[in-house]
């Protein structure tokens, strides 16, 4: 008999869920590949191991990401069996918390999204005047080991889940150059079990506080990034600070530069105050220039598509490099990135879709160079790359996402 209950089928779901995951390997350089070559002996490592409470998860890699601003994020990147082990305990755990999160807690949950958070802050700006733009400094790498692990046995007796979560919390970073970090706060990004922590961390910290010392303030929370709404200025100063004083009790810090109160300024609402637009899981909310539905102008307070973002997809498209690759046709280069870019319209064209229009456009000045590369006719002659496409455009309009779109070379 086993100490404790872990069936060895959620054990294999576990794994069948990291390998949908996919992602890099951890400091054993074992890769998903090399893990399912062996996968029996494997499964039933991590099985008997977490049943018997011997299992110690190894040290998690450091990798350092760089951020738009110059600086890193840093992540850790667990095995892939430690990403197994994660899964077993998140299996267990996510149907118990779940249900009880705040419905406007939009984070890695099952069947809530980012662009749900982005569809319902768009109509609360329509309704209240004011946003508290919130920004916690350094979350991942500050939450408090004892006030987590008094929130994981709030909601599970499972001893072996207060076990391993604890291990996870406490597994040191390995560097670059092999040396050992020890932690004694944070969880590391990168983790299976690291955005279910952090939502459980919130909810107390955070989303329950709010519900009931702030009851008539909205907000939309992802994660550590989060709006909340508000009737006049006098409130929002109000609720920011009784905000900045409950987060220090928590071990947590409001980013000083990047939190602010924001006026949502439209064709109603006179006056003006230093902050009139702010960024919310990749759209910018800010006054725009809309139509209603008789065709007449008027200016929303209304998301679209952030500069970082446009900028990021910009990037992203020079870095395939279409120009020159002069090897693949047409139908080659639509079934290489035609995916990519149906995930950008999916979600930047959500709201005011025409704004990432300017970038997508940068895909058909890519595929004029590579005309005028691949075919010796249209070498120096961009106009007359640009027309051979049109015809093409013309008799295969769907070939290419933003052919649909209307933003290929003219038909013709």
């Given amino acids: 008999m086993k100490p404790f209950s872990i069936s060895k089928k959620s054990v294999m779901v576990a794994w069948e869920r990291v390998k949908a995951n996919k992602g890099t390997y951890g400091i054993d350089e074992e890769s998903i590949q090399d893990f399912e070559k062996n996968l029996k002996d494997n499964h039933y490592k991590i099985w008997n191991r977490m049943s018997s409470g011997s299992y110690f998860p190894p040290p ?3 990798v350092e990401i760089p951020k738009s601003d110059g600086r890193t994020r840093l992540l850790g990147i667990p095995t892939v069996s430690d990403r197994v082990a994660q899964a077993v305990v998140k299996l267990h755990l996510e149907p118990i918390v779940d249900p009880k999160f705040h419905e406007d807690s939009y984070g ?11 569809g319902t802050a768009r109509q609360r ?15 991942f790498d500050n939450l408090n080991h004892d006030l987590m692990m008094k929130a994981i046995r709030f909601h599970t007796k499972e001893k072996w889940i207060h076990l391993y979560v604890e291990r996870w919390l406490k597994a040191p970073l390995q560097q670059k150059d092999g040396q050992l970090v020890k932690r004694d706060k944070g969880t590391p990004q990168g ?37 909340l709404h508000c009737q006049s200025l006098s409130q929002a100063e ?22 602010k109160i924001v006026y949502c300024k439209d064709v109603d609402r006179k006056g003006k105050h230093e902050h009139e637009e702010f960024d919310f899981l990749g759209y910018t909310f800010r006054p725009r220039l809309s139509k209603n539905k008789y065709g007449k102008t008027f ?54 879709k025409s704004a990432m229009y300017p970038s997508l ?34 008799r295969e309009p769907n070939l290419f996402v933003h052919w649909r779109m209307g933003l290929g070379s003219p038909v013709g």
Wanted: aromatic share 14%; net charge positive.
């Fill in 60 to 62: 998690v890699k450091a």
């Fill in 108 to 118: 890695y949950r099952p069947g809530k999204s980012a662009l749900d958070a982005v």
């Fill in 125 to 139: 700006c329509w309704n209240q005047d004011w946003v508290i733009d919130l920004d916690i400094k350094g979350f």
């Fill in 191 to 227: 983790g299976v079990i690291s955005p279910l922590l952090a939502n459980i961390f919130m909810h107390h910290a955070f989303d329950e506080w709010i519900a009931r010392h702030f009851p008539f303030v909205k907000f939309e929370r992802f994660a550590d990034d989060g709006l």
């Fill in 238 to 259: 109000r609720v920011l600070e009784a905000i900045r004083e409950r987060l220090e009790e928590c071990g947590l810090e409001m980013h000083p530069e990047k939190t």
């Fill in 299 to 352: 200016v929303n307070f209304t998301p679209a598509i952030s500069n970082k973002a446009a900028k990021g997809i910009r990037k992203e498209i020079r870095s395939w490099k279409i120009h020159l690759r002069s090897d693949k046709n047409l139908t080659d280069l639509a079934r290489m990135f035609n995916i990519q870019v149906q995930g950008w319209v999916n979600y930047y064209g959500r709201y005011y």
């Fill in 361 to 394: 456009r940068n895909i058909e000045i890519y595929l004029i160079r590579w005309a005028t590369r691949k075919y010796k006719r249209l070498r120096r002659h961009r106009r007359r790359a640009k027309n051979w496409l049109g015809q093409i455009r013309g």
